[in-house]
């Protein structure tokens, strides 16, 4: 009978050994799982983040590169724009030119040829250019040429279709002048520039900057009072005996397109 006591007590103990390591599995085993589900959760909510930041980076590349696209259609359609108002600028200009000069010819009391600039040559590119009229337009060596706003020079060759005239600013071209404010002559020499010299000017002649410079119009050649250019500076020569006068010539010898010839008038 205590042996039967003693094996009840024994299994008795056993069975509350059993239940007590059921409930610390189960208190450890419960806390356990909601870890492992909320780590899921976390791995789960940081892929979905870095998916919707990888789309994103995606979207914006590609807003970028169609913006970019659309800048670089807009800048090539304003260059070529550019390019056509230029055109038009141009175009304009030498519309406008081209009824001053033939207003000019209407005016003349002399024979003249409208002409147009055709070529120059690099190398002598302040000295001389080809115009389109030549001896078939009754063009002849010794013609002056002429623009709305000044002197250009002087036909120096003349073949059937085709002159070259010799230009203000080529040191080789001499043209009598006269400063109408003072009656003050002399003779302009070219300087391979838009500046030219009146040369030996009298010492003490009252000459102003801005004074008008205009042409002799002796030897039936240029034309009387035509414009030459305006007065820059006066200053003394090397030796101090007389003046020289620097002249800004009317018309600009480097951007030459109509002209006016006129051939030289009968005696």
């Given at each position: 009978?205590?042996?039967?006591?003693?094996?009840?007590?024994?299994?008795?103990?056993?069975?509350?050994?059993?239940?007590?390591?059921?409930?610390?599995?189960?208190?450890?085993?419960?806390?356990?799982?909601?870890?492992?589900?909320?780590?899921?959760?976390?791995?789960?909510?940081?892929?979905?983040?870095?998916?919707?930041?990888?789309?994103?980076?995606?979207?914006?590349?590609?807003?970028?590169?169609?913006?970019?696209?659309?800048?670089?259609?807009?800048?090539?359609?304003?260059?070529?724009?550019?390019?056509?108002?230029?055109?038009?600028?141009?175009?304009?200009?030498?519309?406008?030119?081209?009824?001053?000069?033939?207003?000019?010819?209407?005016?003349?009391?002399?024979?003249?040829?409208?002409?147009?600039?055709?070529?120059?040559?690099?190398?002598?590119?302040?000295?001389?250019?080809?115009?389109?009229?030549?001896?078939?337009?009754?063009?002849?060596?010794?013609?002056?040429?002429?623009?709305?706003?000044?002197?250009?020079?002087?036909?120096?060759?003349?073949?059937?279709?085709?002159?070259?005239?010799?230009?203000?600013?080529?040191?080789?071209?001499?043209?009598?002048?006269?400063?109408?404010?003072?009656?003050?002559?002399?003779?302009?020499?070219?300087?391979?520039?838009?500046?030219?010299?009146?040369?030996?000017?009298?010492?003490?002649?009252?000459?102003?900057?801005?004074?008008?410079?205009?042409?002799?119009?002796?030897?039936?050649?240029?034309?009387?009072?035509?414009?030459?250019?305006?007065?820059?500076?006066?200053?003394?020569?090397?030796?101090g005996a007389s003046m020289q006068i620097d002249v800004k010539?009317?018309?600009?010898?480097?951007?030459?397109?109509?002209?006016?010839?006129?051939?030289?008038?009968?005696?």
């Amino acid at each position: 009978m205590a042996r039967n006591e003693s094996d009840i007590e024994a299994q008795s103990q056993s069975i509350a050994e059993y239940v007590f390591l059921v409930m610390v599995v189960l208190m450890v085993a419960v806390p356990a799982s909601g870890f492992v589900l909320s780590a899921q959760t976390g791995i789960a909510g940081l892929f979905a983040k870095g998916a919707y930041q990888l789309q994103s980076t995606r979207d914006l590349a590609q807003r970028v590169i169609d913006s970019s696209t659309r800048i670089h259609t807009l800048e090539r359609k304003l260059a070529q724009d550019e390019i056509e108002l230029a055109r038009l600028k141009q175009q304009s200009r030498d519309t406008n030119r081209l009824r001053a000069l033939l207003d000019l010819k209407q005016k003349s009391e002399r024979t003249s040829v409208a002409a147009e600039v055709v070529a120059r040559n690099p190398d002598n590119w302040y000295k001389q250019v080809i115009l389109d009229k030549g001896t078939a337009e009754k063009v002849v060596r010794g013609s002056a040429v002429i623009s709305v706003t000044g002197v250009v020079g002087q036909v120096v060759s003349a073949s059937e279709h085709a002159s070259v005239v010799r230009l203000l600013t080529d040191p080789e071209q001499k043209l009598g002048v006269l400063i109408p404010r003072l009656g003050v002559t002399g003779v302009l020499v070219g300087n391979y520039e838009q500046v030219a010299h009146i040369e030996n000017v009298a010492v003490g002649t009252n000459v102003d900057i801005n004074d008008k410079v205009v042409c002799v119009g002796k030897a039936g050649i240029f034309p009387d009072n035509h414009p030459v250019g305006t007065v820059l500076a006066v200053r003394r020569d090397a030796n101090g005996a007389s003046m020289q006068i620097d002249v800004k010539l009317s018309d600009n010898c480097y951007d030459l397109s109509q002209v006016l010839i006129l051939p030289p008038q009968s005696n």
